[in-house]
């Protein structure tokens, strides 16, 4: 009895417990991609709003272009605004109807309104360079028409991503503090 | 372009695993140290546990049998208390019965040892056989009691664990305390002779106190070989007089190694006889070893007594556990390193590399993070509060202060705008929250800085010798206190001094009956500026006292409300009120429970007051001017009529009596306080109106019986009037106004009726129908 007073019990059950807690680990590695992808999907979120917050008019939803992604093989993420790649058949075009019979002769002689233009062009997803030239502003472009204007850099990209990557930093770190003091026991 | 367009971040692992590997290590090397010293913790057999758990904490560091007693009868009073404490129930439990068995029998031992003790009276204060009796009494109800309560009490052996750990943890402690001593005693290499000192001191003395004795008598350079005699001799004048063996041992070795007659007196040596025979043998070691040996002999064999017994279970304890000490000493050590470094691992994991990587993720990181960016200070230069203090230069001059207090007005300025700007991020989205959180962040900094900044200064500001200064350390409070009292005081009695002289002078001149020379005015005078110098500045004092003893505190932020400083931590001066008392304007301080406003509500005060008082400026001017004119008007009035009369036109009482008609119309303006009713009568009598009316040859029309206002003037208000009160006059605009009212456009009180029936259209249908020629209306007829 008195030799179960100090006999320290347990030391291998915490050694499995660090063996486990080691990044090699697939547990580990997933647990800690689940949070780091927890984290930016957060931060999407909130620098989808910044978006919204710039763009003034945006019928087409072009805040959808806001991307993410979590890294496979090491433990980060990004979080950008570059052209996704084609969509495929993802497109929302649709093939205009035609007045007449399949067999007949002549095109398509129906007018296509503006907002049926606007609706088979490209979708939200595909408008990141919407989302670029608010960001990084648009020279002034002149036409045989007529000046087209430009675009005030407005640079909302850099500011609005870097304070939610610290934030999803801040939280990807509460999340591993919790981890370990959860995996521990030490608090 | 890819750098505004994609935002990354990554998390560092290496310094993550290599913690947890190293704990990990740490952790294997423990329980490598824990396996090994558990055989030396089996050594600890079950006749050590007995030995300990009978003596127990009861016989654990006293050898004297009357301490035992006390100790025995105190621990069956606090036993007994406990029993005492039980409920009936438990009381019917094997384990109360088995107290309350002991108990008994403990209780009669204790007696029948007070009746011994009594009745031995003074001798029992020697006489080492007397206590042979009394100690097997002890031991035997010791034994009664322990073995009772400690083989049946329930819990008894969680009780036995928990005393096993105490006293391992005990005997860790006496290791590590004795392992220097154990050190210089290996270093003597004369590891033989602690097996004879043991003999020589049956047992009585614990290892460790040998050691040292045998250590200090080395140091001495006395001879290591006397030490066993002069123990021996120790141990029995211990026994002899009542004192404890380790206090005569040191004695011995002490007052030998420093050849002191008076400390080797504590073990009953005669300085005399010491002397004689150190005349013998030219030693002093020697002379009292001889001295040793022959009292030894004439006392006679060694007696064992109770209390030996009892010294020499205790020794033989705290030998044991002082050997399992220092076997555990290492596994506990290690123990300790391994906790530590495992928690201070985890806590590097928590708030190291990782938080380092994740850019200052703590909230401490940011903080310190915040106050970095704020502060400046790249590569160890100087920050931003380091230049601060260097424009303060050396605290001497005004200038110092006032940049002093230009700079907090300036962190308080910001940190004001900060809190605004956190106010303003009141929404409960991310962005905001976050925005929130770095400002709330960004504010911690400032106020830090500003509390660096201040302290700083101030360190800068008391540097000045002689300088009174606020918001100082509670030293310096302090200082400057003293300095301040001693300037009061000086001031006091100088203002004393010249009171004195001013009352000589002025008595010098009354008993002469002679009013006071010009050279005597010029004296006076001189002696009352300087007592009023003298007084503003012990007030001027006063008031740092106050604040010295921090009754009156400056917040950060507050105005500066008493013409001393507006540096956060100065005392403010009481509030005073102007009291007028008997024809003297005095200053008093304003009784406790008095308002005081923060600078917030002093300025929406203020703000109040000023509305309050422009709307009061608004009606007075209004009614000032309405005054103004009718005097005017008067003053007109009174001119026409002298006028006229000049020219010899006489002038009827009617018309004269107008200027009655206007004091009294004056006096009412000046009564009313309403500025609309000003407005009103002002609307009548516009000013100087009845001056061109009446200069043109009109008259002042009475409205008795109502009045129409004829003619085409339709502004200009040139026709006066005469009316009572109760009368109504209404302009052109007024009149048009009633007129909507009765038509029902704007007066809903009005109620209008009207009867209308079928016969009085149809007639008037037939009228139309007969004046036009269209024929007549022509009533149907019933048919039958």
Redo the contacts between chains.
């Keep these: 009895?008195?030799?179960?007073?100090?006999t320290?019990t347990g030391?291998e059950q915490?050694?499995e417990q660090?063996?486990k807690?080691?990044?090699?680990n697939p547990r580990t590695k997933r647990v800690?991609q689940t949070i780091?992808r927890r984290a930016i999907g957060?931060a999407r979120?909130?620098v989808i709003?910044?978006a919204q917050g710039v763009l003034d008019n945006d019928p087409r939803h072009a805040y959808k272009a806001v991307r993410n992604s979590v890294?496979k093989q090491?433990?980060?993420?990004?979080?950008?605004?570059?052209s996704s790649r084609r969509r495929g058949a993802a497109t929302n075009w649709v093939k205009p109807k035609k007045d007449r019979p399949e067999n007949a002769r002549g095109g398509n002689r129906r007018k296509r309104s503006l907002r049926t233009m606007q609706l088979d062009s490209y979708e939200g997803a595909d408008r990141g360079f919407i989302l670029?030239f608010q960001?990084?502003g648009t020279v002034e472009r002149e036409t045989r028409y007529g000046s087209r204007g430009s675009l005030r850099a407005r640079?909302w990209?850099?500011t609005?991503?870097?304070?939610?990557?610290?934030?999803?930093?801040?939280r990807?770190?509460?999340e591993?503090?919790k981890l370990?003091q959860q995996e521990?026991q030490?608090m | 372009?890819a750098?505004?367009?994609?935002?990354?971040?990554?998390?560092e692992?290496t310094g993550?695993?290599s913690k947890?590997?190293e704990?990990?290590k740490e952790?294997?090397a423990?329980?490598k140290t824990?396996t090994q010293a558990?055989e030396g913790?089996?050594q600890?057999t079950k006749a050590n546990?007995d030995a300990a758990r009978a003596l127990g904490t009861m016989a654990t560091s006293t050898t004297n049998v009357k301490d035992r007693a006390k100790e025995l009868v105190g621990a069956f009073n606090d036993a007994a208390k406990a029993y005492n404490a039980l409920s009936d129930e438990q009381k019917q439990s094997d384990w109360a019965k088995a107290l309350s068995g002991s108990l008994t029998q403990l209780q009669q031992r204790i007696k029948e040892t007070k009746t011994e003790m009594q009745g031995l009276g003074d001798s029992m204060k020697g006489g080492g056989g007397l206590f042979s009796g009394i100690g097997s009494k002890m031991e035997g109800a010791l034994a009664v009691f322990g073995g009772n309560l400690m083989t049946k009490a329930a819990g008894a052996?969680a009780q036995?664990?928990?005393e096993?750990?105490g006293m391992?943890q005990q005997g860790i402690e006496m290791a590590r305390a004795g392992e220097g001593v154990r050190i210089a005693f290996e270093r003597l290499g004369r590891g033989d002779i602690l097996d004879g000192l043991r003999q020589a001191t049956h047992g009585t003395v614990t290892d460790l106190e040998l050691m040292k004795a045998a250590v200090k008598f080395n140091d001495f350079k006395l001879p290591v070989e006397e030490l066993g005699t002069m123990l021996a001799f120790a141990q029995q004048k211990a026994k002899d007089t009542g004192q404890s063996v380790d206090y005569m041992v040191d004695s011995i070795v002490t007052g030998l190694g420093r050849k002191s007659l008076m400390i080797l007196d504590n073990l009953g040596l005669s300085a005399n006889e010491i002397k004689e025979k150190m005349k013998q043998t030219g030693d002093m070691t020697k002379a009292v070893g001889q001295i040793i040996r022959e009292q030894m002999a004439k006392a006679g064999d060694y007696v064992e007594t109770a209390a030996d017994r009892a010294a020499q279970a205790n020794v033989s304890l705290q030998n044991k556990m002082e050997e399992l000490g220092r076997k555990?000493a290492p596994?506990e050590e290690a123990?300790n390193q391994l906790w530590t470094s495992m928690?201070i691992g985890?806590l590097d994991?928590?708030g190291g590399p990782?938080?380092r990587l994740?850019?200052g993720?703590?909230e401490a990181g940011r903080l310190q993070n915040a106050i970095n960016n704020m502060n400046g200070g790249v590569n160890g230069g100087p920050t931003r509060i380091d230049r601060m203090v260097s424009m303060l230069g050396d605290g001497k001059s005004a200038r110092s202060r006032n940049t002093y207090n230009k700079q907090l007005g300036v962190f308080d300025e910001r940190i004001n705008q900060q809190q605004f700007r956190i106010a303003s991020l009141s929404g409960k989205?991310?962005?905001t929250r976050?925005?929130r959180q770095?400002a709330e962040t960004e504010l911690k900094a400032l106020e830090a800085m500003r509390a660096e900044y201040i302290s700083r200064a101030n360190d800068v500001f008391n540097a000045k010798p002689g300088t009174i200064t606020t918001g100082g350390g509670k030293d310096d409070k302090k200082k400057n206190t003293k300095t301040e009292q001693t300037e009061l005081q000086k001031n006091q009695s100088k203002i004393n001094e010249l009171t004195q002289q001013f009352i000589d002078i002025n008595a010098e001149a009354s008993r002469a009956g002679k009013p006071l020379t010009e050279e005597q005015k010029k004296q006076t005078e001189e002696i009352q500026k300087q007592i009023e110098k003298l007084k503003e500045r012990n007030g001027l004092l006063g008031l740092f006292a106050e604040q010295a003893q921090g009754r009156l505190t400056l917040g950060a932020g507050d105005f500066q409300r008493d013409g001393l400083s507006n540096t956060p931590g100065t005392l403010l001066k009481a509030p005073t009120t102007a009291v007028y008392e008997n024809g003297v304007m005095t200053e008093k301080a304003v009784p406790t429970g008095g308002l005081q406003l923060d600078d917030k509500a002093m300025r929406a005060v203020t703000k109040d007051i000023y509305k309050n008082s422009q709307k009061e400026q608004n009606k007075n001017l209004s009614k000032e001017q309405a005054i103004e004119g009718m005097s005017d008007l008067i003053g007109g009035v009174n001119n026409v009529f002298g006028g006229l009369q000049q020219m010899g036109i006489e002038i009827p009482q009617e018309i004269r009596s107008v200027t009655g008609v206007l004091n009294g119309i004056l006096t009412v303006v000046m009564g009313i306080e309403s500025i609309i009713t000003v407005g009103q009568f002002l609307g009548i009598f516009h000013n100087g109106g009845i001056v061109p009316g009446f200069a043109n040859g009109g008259t002042i029309s009475h409205a008795a019986n109502g009045y129409f206002v004829g003619g085409t003037h339709y502004s200009g208000d040139v026709t006066p009037i005469m009316a009572n009160a109760g009368e109504l006059v209404l302009n052109k605009a007024q009149q048009g106004n009633l007129a909507s009212q009765l038509q029902g456009s704007g007066l809903s009180a009005l109620n209008l009726t009207a009867t209308i029936k079928g016969e009085q259209i149809r007639l008037a249908l037939n009228n139309n129908g007969r004046r036009t020629g269209r024929g007549e209306y022509v009533q149907s007829r019933n048919v039958k």
């Design positions: 009895m008195a030799q179960d007073a100090i320290v030391i915490f050694q660090l063996r807690m080691q990044t090699d800690l780091i957060e979120k909130n709003k910044d890294y090491i433990f980060g993420g990004q979080i950008n605004i570059l670029r960001n990084a640079h990209f850099g609005s991503s870097a304070f939610q990557m610290d934030a999803a930093a801040s990807v770190a509460e591993i503090e370990l521990f030490l | 372009m750098k505004d367009v994609i935002t990354r971040f990554k998390l692992t993550f695993d947890i590997k704990a990990a952790l294997s423990y329980s824990a558990k913790f089996n600890f546990v052996v036995l664990g928990s096993m750990y391992v555990f596994v123990s928690k985890i994991i928590i990782l938080a994740l850019n993720l703590t989205d991310a962005i976050g925005l770095k």
